[in-house]
């Protein structure tokens, strides 16, 4: 059972050269503005005001580290937020690419969609980044609660075909019920063992 106790703000890069490292597997939370990351973060740590939650899109342009006791959750600025500069659009994607570039910025990726609509262009772009970088990454649907649970089956079958991955491995959450929170605990202890050094897997007995 993964236990998270005290979850605490560790800092906020505004570039490569203030990424954190870790022994820690840190696991990154990506998506556009407003899916729902810092909320996401939130229900996990079990706390209301952890990672700052806002109404008006783009509003977390750094990368903000927290410290999961087992693990780090990076919360990375979103994307897709039509009001923003060029030259702000251009910070972002070159702060993405120095993150992902190098392995030991993350282990694996929680890529963060909205329930409610097909992915985006640039959701699909994201786990396309993800894929060819070679970062493994699960997809989670966030604002379950805003559908039924027929609308919501559906429409993860939906995200599943535009993103090209099995409907069984999108994690269909609410931050605002719980929902798929345990679902969540399960990956993250999955990624916490497959960092270990032997993986996480125990030697049969006598072998
Ligand atoms: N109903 C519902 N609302 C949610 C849920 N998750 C987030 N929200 C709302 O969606 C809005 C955006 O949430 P954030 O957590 O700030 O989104 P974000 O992805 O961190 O946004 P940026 O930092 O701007 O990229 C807020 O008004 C939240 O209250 C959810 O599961 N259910
Ligand atoms: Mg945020």
């Not at 990351?37 to 977390?60: Q, Y």
């Not at 609410?174 to 929902?179: A, G, I, L, P, V």
Request: aromatic share 8%; with cysteine; charged share 25%.
């Amino acid at each position: 059972m993964l236990k998270i106790t005290e979850v605490t703000f560790i800092t906020s890069a505004a570039s490569a050269s203030q990424f954190i490292r870790s022994e820690k597997p840190i696991i990154a939370v990506c998506g556009k503005s407003n899916v729902g990351k810092s909320s996401f973060i939130n229900m996990l740590a079990g706390r209301k005001k952890l990672a700052r939650v806002s109404k008006d899109p783009g509003r977390t342009r750094l990368v903000n580290y927290f410290d999961f006791g087992a693990f780090m959750l990076a919360d990375l600025p979103g994307y897709g937020f039509a009001k923003v500069s060029k030259a702000e659009k251009a910070r972002w994607a070159r702060l993405m690419e120095d993150f992902f570039a190098d392995s030991a910025n993350c282990a694996h990726a929680f890529s963060l969609v909205d329930i409610r609509h097909d992915p985006t262009a640039d959701d699909v772009n994201m786990v396309n980044y993800l894929y060819s970088s070679l970062i493994p990454f699960t997809v989670i649907a966030t604002k379950a609660d805003k559908l039924s649970r027929m609308a919501a089956l559906n429409n993860v079958k939906r995200i599943a075909a535009v993103l090209k991955c099995g409907s069984a491995d999108i994690v269909v959450t609410s931050s605002e019920t719980r929902q798929g929170i345990e679902q969540v605990h399960e990956r993250i202890e999955r990624i916490i063992s497959a960092g270990l050094p032997d993986g996480g897997g125990r030697l049969a007995e006598g072998e």
